[in-house]
């Protein structure tokens, strides 16, 4: 990524949570930030907090499971900037936190998971590729601790999160090459997902908090958003295939 | 030991059934959803089994650069077969008996000779990811899962240096994965769970 001009980044499902997070900790650096997101009036809201706070912040709809969304995205992306020095994909969906085993889970809550995250990361990837090869810039998924060490509870999650772990790692291989960086962060955030999921399932906050040396979530702009800034800046230069545990030291695998 | 290994009906899946001396139980087409549901569903009316392998195996894919890859390739090649892996995964641990072991074994690249595999890998990570969480549910009633990867089918050799440790690389089915996955299905792995093992004769680690 350039040093300057301000760098111009993407940020999806960024109209609330830790993809607001990490928009808010880009615009305070003077960047220009794009909330991809389906929920219009919360992501103009987001690219409005992003002026706010010192950054350009602009709106673009985005399904990140529909291709052609996907291309227009990135289409007026580009002819607002011309350039993309970052793209971050942390949408995921909204199924995210529901409790279910399995076994038991529909083949239609199974897509859903697939097409937010697997196939978002694949679309969107392949939507920023030239841009991104122009500037030389990075590529960054939001993973999750349950991609690492899996959940009881919450195993669809946990698969979609590893595969974008997985598919960071051997994209960083192959786009290495033409400059571009790829790597995941992993986070653990107070973020209206992470609510939905401890009202759903009470006895996770325990769970998740009684293990954290830093005793408590991260917040998602001051401890998410700065990590994943440094990922997507020019101080991240030499890191790529890398996941970043964001999480106070909570997971046990690293 | 007569484990049962659910997975896809080919050759090489059938191949590595025998020679584990296993019980081939087929994964229905996705193809026909309705039939898949049906299967997916009926687990528990099977016989259930205190030694588990699944093996959801594509067809023999080629590498390719993610941007040669459309929509209808990544469909075919990651999320289908990840969608195949979650039922397939579920279904098995259904069909395991109170303190048995499930083994999955999935192909995967070794990251180092990663490139062009972009959905394999992904696919690759998420089965160990879901074995895990396996692993999790699981144990309160006794059952270990665990994962084996194998390079086998996607590599003749390494494609960057340094070479893998051993000269045997990428190993073959019927002898280095057969024999890691007999291991955690044996007695002797008692105390090994949510373990994610490559057999890949230390081209990871």
């Known amino acids: ?254 | 030991m007569d484990p049962l290994l659910i997975g896809t009906p080919c050759e090489v899946v059938e191949d590595l059934s025998r020679a584990l001396g296993a019980s081939f139980a087929p994964i229905p087409s996705l193809a026909d959803e309705a039939g898949f549901e049906r299967w997916r569903a009926g687990a528990a009316d099977e016989a259930s089994h205190e030694r588990v392998v699944v093996a959801a195996w594509s067809p023999q894919p080629a590498p390719a650069p993610l941007l040669e890859l459309d929509d209808t390739h990544w469909q075919q090649r990651g999320e289908d077969p990840l969608l195949v892996w979650n039922a397939a995964l579920g279904y098995a641990i259904g069909r395991c008996r109170d303190g048995g072991a499930l083994v999955a074994v999935v192909e995967a690249p070794a990251a180092l000779d990663s490139a062009g595999w972009v959905p394999e890998a992904g696919v690759a990570e998420a089965v160990a990811a879901l074995t895990r969480s396996l692993a999790l549910s699981e144990g309160p009633r006794g059952v270990r899962a665990n994962t084996v990867t194998t390079p086998a089918r996607l590599t003749t050799g390494a494609v960057v240096d340094p070479q893998p440790p051993l000269t045997n690389f990428p190993g073959k089915l019927e002898d280095e994965v057969v024999g890691a996955v007999r291991m955690l299905l044996s007695p002797e792995a008692a105390g090994i769970t949510g373990c994610a093992l490559a057999a890949d004769c230390g081209r990871t680690w």
């Not at chain 1, 279910?100 to 990361?121: C, K, M, N, Q, Y």
């Not at chain 1, 974008?164 to 994209?171: C, P, S, V, Y």
Request: aromatic residues 4%; neutral net charge; proline residues 4%.
């Open chain 1, 1 to 254: 990524m350039s040093a300057d001009p301000a760098p111009v980044v993407l940020v999806s499902g960024a109209s609330g949570g830790v993809g607001r997070g990490i928009a808010l900790a880009c615009g305070q650096a003077g960047w220009t930030v794009w909330i991809a997101a389906r929920r219009r009036e919360a992501g103009e809201a987001v690219a409005a907090e992003v002026d706010a706070a010192g950054g350009q912040g602009r709106y673009v709809e985005c399904d990140v499971a529909q291709h052609g969304s996907v291309r227009d995205a990135l289409d007026a992306l580009k002819a607002r900037d011309g350039r993309l020095d970052g793209l971050v994909h942390n949408a995921t969906s909204g199924l995210s936190p529901k409790p279910v085993r399995l076994a038991e889970t529909p083949l239609a809550e199974l897509r859903d998971h697939l097409a937010v995250s697997f196939r978002g990361s694949f679309l969107l990837a392949r939507a920023a590729h030239a841009l991104l090869a122009e500037s030389r810039g990075a590529l960054l998924l939001l993973t999750s601790e349950a991609g690492f060490e899996g959940k009881a509870l919450l195993s669809p999650y946990a698969g979609v999160k590893a595969a974008q772990r997985g598919m960071a790692r051997a994209l960083a291989r192959e786009w290495g090459p033409d400059g571009i960086r790829v790597n995941c962060l992993a986070p653990l955030a107070a973020s209206p997902a992470m609510t939905r999921a401890f009202e759903l399932e009470p006895a996770m906050a325990g769970r998740v908090l009684g293990r954290n040396p830093l005793g408590r979530l991260g917040d998602a702009v001051t401890d998410i958003g700065g990590a994943a800034r440094f990922l997507l800046s020019e101080d991240a230069r030499y890191v790529t295939g890398h996941t970043l545990m964001v999480d106070g030291g909570s997971c046990q695998v690293t």
